[in-house]
Antibody, heavy 124, light 108 residues
């Protein structure tokens, strides 16, 4: 069955770049119906959508983060990644990757399979 | 941006009770709403998509309803494993996705 696993450094210094990778197993990252998302959750807070990378490689991201976010696909390794530049303490969170499906593209997106999450702390 | 407001923020109920959680969108999102359960320390788990479609493997005691701006998640005959925080998520304004603030369900 489909599984996702996030990886990356647990500690990043302020002003540096946070880089995370999500390895996908059990399905092809290139499959037409599969799109891939990043979501984060700050301590004790709710969920925040970071961005989505579509199977075509096109991307979209939260307008509040847009200038700092880069999403990418690596089809050869069946994985996708996110980079967040100029991080601050406000970027401390658990970061999740998830498969994003659409009920009736481009409407009705939902995340049906999630990774376990990785905790990232921004601190010097 | 579309804002999603959930109520109540928390609820405590007994096993066997019916629990109702509401989610209100700041704009019409048609039926493009999903619900998730998140247990402490775990990733969210999809329950409902397209407002009322039950995700495969999710017990039938979970029911979603609504359209436009007002949505409801109903848990019938609450079970001990239903504790956690429930989030709604809208998906009408492509490609932006936004979540509600969450409703914490505790078992008495």
């Amino acid at each position: 069955q489909l599984q996702l696993q996030e990886s990356g450094p647990g500690l990043v210094k302020p002003s540096e770049t946070l880089s995370l990778t999500c390895v996908v197993s059990g399905d092809s990252i290139s499959s037409d119906r599969n799109h891939w998302g990043w979501i984060r959750q700050s301590p004790g807070k709710g969920l925040e959508w970071i961005g989505t990378i579509f199977h075509t490689g096109s991307t979209s991201s939260n307008s509040s983060l847009k200038s700092r976010v880069t999403l990418s696909l690596d089809k050869s390794k069946n994985q996708f990644s996110v980079k967040l530049t100029s991080v601050t303490a406000a970027d401390t969170a658990v970061y999740y990757c998830a498969r994003t499906l659409y009920y009736d593209f481009p409407y009705g997106a939902y995340m049906d399979v999630w990774g376990k999450g990785t905790t990232v702390t921004i601190s010097s | 941006d579309i804002q999603m407001t959930q109520s109540p923020s928390s609820v405590s109920a007994s096993v066997g009770d019916t629990v109702t959680i509401t989610c209100r969108a700041s704009q019409d999102v048609s039926r493009w709403l999903a619900w998730y359960q998140q247990r402490p320390g775990k990733a969210p788990n999809l329950l409902i998509f397209a407002a009322s479609s039950l995700q495969s493997g999710v017990p039938s005691r979970f029911t979603g309803s609504g359209s436009g701006t007002d949505f409801t998640l109903t848990i019938s005959s609450l079970q001990p494993e239903d504790f956690g925080t429930y989030f709604c998520q809208q998906a009408n304004r492509f490609p932006s996705l936004t979540f509600g603030g969450g409703t914490k369900v505790e078992i008495k």
